[in-house]
């Protein structure tokens, strides 16, 4: 039987551990899988499937995405075998490190970011920006400033897909921190304009599935 430590127990008691750095937990977490001392987290091969099953994604060859807080890398392959040249970012060089060795010969572009402290060239450079799970997985103390940095990333004629738990009223128990309706409604603000929201089922629980445009 395997002495590793189940990740859920570890993100319960690393997620609320250091509230002055909300982000630093996740490569505590990552590395930790690294070493093999808990088991891995986020560990899935397939694209969401809510965004596998999204029926209106722009065409993809000739446009750039960017899978926000990648983890393991399912997504942003998934987006590079719809032809998008593809960057997918993490805030843990651990998890990318592992998003790296899982995908060998990719042509995803595999970078350490942060969302609250995105490289500059990032603004309004890619067509098709992916967000599932990143923002609830953040204390709601930065919620408005990880929106921010999502939205920034959509160019002009761009779409933001969005995948979050949704809960009716906020909570402090997590992580995650699911997201109201207010607050899912806030990625569409700045330029952005939501096309569609739709309330799923998504690993279980209520969400959100959303498709938002920048004119
Ligand atoms: C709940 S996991 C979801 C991973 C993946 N998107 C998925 O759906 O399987 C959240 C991911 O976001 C990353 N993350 C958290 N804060 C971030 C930030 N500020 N910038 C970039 N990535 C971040 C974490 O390291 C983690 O891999």
Redesign the pocket.
């Known amino acids: 039987m395997s002495d590793r430590r189940a990740w859920q127990g570890e993100a319960d008691l690393l997620g609320n551990a250091d509230p002055a750095h909300p982000?630093a937990w996740?490569?505590r977490?990552?590395s930790a899988a690294r070493r093999g001392e808990v088991t891995t987290?986020?560990d899935?091969t397939d694209p969401?499937p809510a965004l596998a099953s999204w029926a209106r994604p722009p065409d993809g060859p000739g446009r750039a995405a960017v899978?926000?807080?990648?983890?393991?890398g399912?997504?942003a392959e998934h987006l590079a075998r719809l032809g998008y040249a593809t960057t997918a970012?993490?805030?843990?060089p651990s998890?990318v490190a592992a998003a790296r060795t899982r995908n060998v010969g990719s042509p995803v572009t595999y970078a350490v970011?942060?969302?609250?402290?995105l490289p500059p060239a990032w603004a309004g450079a890619f067509d098709l920006v992916v967000?599932?799970?990143?923002v609830?997985?953040?204390s709601r103390d930065?919620r408005r400033p990880?929106v921010d940095?999502v939205r920034s990333l959509v160019a002009p004629g761009g779409t933001l897909f969005v995948?979050q738990a949704a809960v009716e009223e906020p909570d402090d128990e997590g992580?995650?921190w699911p997201l109201t309706r207010a607050e899912l409604e806030s990625f569409g603000t700045q330029g952005l304009t939501t096309v569609a929201v739709e309330e799923i089922v998504a690993d279980g629980r209520p969400s959100w599935r959303a498709e938002l445009h920048r004119a």
Do not use: K
């Open positions: 982000t996740f490569e977490l990552w987290p986020w899935r969401h899978v926000v807080g990648c983890g393991l399912a997504d970012f993490d805030v843990s998890a970011a942060d969302l609250l402290d967000e599932i799970y990143t609830q997985a953040v930065v990880m940095g995948v992580p995650p």
